[in-house]
DNA sequence: ATTTTATGACACCTTTTGGTTTCATGTCAA
DNA sequence: TTGACATGAAACCAAAAGGTGTCATAAAAT
């Protein structure tokens, strides 16, 4: 499945659930592969290749211990995407704006403003 | 390629580079799919697709004007994405709290603090 | 020394992706 | 009305993704 190393970036290694769970679950604590695949529903073959694509994100780091490897988290990589998020942060702002804007006009009640804002910008006829 | 309607979450849309090549394009502004597609190295229709994934995903409203469709940016199913690394700040504070350990203790140099973060957890041999 | 356990490497299979080209339809312009 | 343009849909394709099972090997346990 995988070859090369870190053919794969943070973008694609958080694209899948099964990769989200993983990380979610080796913030807590170190463990072992055996005892990953506890948690999932899959081949541990399987859970094993999900933990190379994400160390090849530098997501996780593995660790031998005896016959055993044991990964853990490394969140070093989210920050590319934190970044990448940050971007948008002004569009959000944007929204936040129009939506007062539109609040304050009374053209929209007080209806909860998270579900309205998909509706803030106006689909404006040409 | 696409079937059922939002079968993409953001996490896969914005996997894919071109996708988030797109999602910075529009946010500028409202842009037609042959305009759009001049910025790609690839045919209409696989802008196109591209396209239809990011709106299965909420990235980016379509409008019909006339004879084309306009597509613009729509941020906010970005807002998972914020909220799903928000839950991750919490290791980089650790990480940073231990950084600031070690370079109180002398065992780190004034290196660039962000070259350094990679190896602040040391792989303890056990 | 032998056996069991933990893991990674392979070979293989099916579905999804990302791309192509062609075609049908709706709109605008002459 | 006739023709050009914009777009989406469909059929097709190669490669990648996500999964399986088997096997080789190293370390632990008996």
């Known amino acids: ?14 694209a899948d659930p099964t990769r989200r769970q993983l990380l979610r679950l080796l ?11 506890g948690h999932f529903p899959m081949s541990r073959t399987a ?4 933990l ?3 160390a090849e994100a530098g997501l996780v ?5 005896g016959r055993e490897t044991r990964y853990r988290l490394d969140p070093e990589p989210l920050l590319e995407l934190k ?9 959000w702002e944007n929204k936040m704006a129009m939506l007062k804007h539109y ?13 309205s804002l998909k509706a803030v910008q106006p689909t404006k006829k040409e």
Chains 1, 2 share one sequence.
């Open 27 to 37: 913030g807590d604590q170190e463990m072992s592969v055996t005892v990953i695949s």
């Open 52 to 54: 190379r694509i994400l």
């Open 103 to 115: 609040v304050e006009s009374g053209k929209l009640d007080g209806a909860e403003p998270a579900a």
């Open 1 to 14: 499945m995988a070859a090369s190393p870190s053919r794969h970036d943070v973008f694609q290694a958080i």
């Open 61 to 65: 780091k593995g660790r031998k211990v």
């Open 83 to 91: 970044q990448w998020l940050a971007y948008y942060e002004r569009f």
């Open 47 to 50: 859970v094993s290749k999900h």
